[in-house]
């Protein structure tokens, strides 16, 4: 058995309003929805990297 968004939070003392309710559980199949077409890519082709440089861009 799952625990609902609801139960998860206010297990951490988190009292969230029924409007917030709604959104947290839209926004929570949206990221599930996008997780599931994760499955089977091969993580080499998936990969990315960032590099951050101090003091802006430099082109070399």
Do not use: C, Y
């Not at 139960?7 to 929805?33: S, T, Y």
């Not at 082709?45 to 430099?58: E, F, S, T, V």
Request: net charge negative; charged share 35%.
């Amino acid at each position: 058995m799952s625990l609902t968004i609801k139960e998860l939070l206010e297990n951490k003392g988190i009292k969230p309003r029924e409007e917030h309710l709604e959104v947290l559980d839209r926004r929570w199949k949206a990221m599930a929805q996008l997780r599931g077409d994760l499955d089977g890519v091969n993580i080499d082709d998936a990969d990315i990297a960032l590099r951050n440089i101090p003091g802006g861009d430099h082109v070399e």
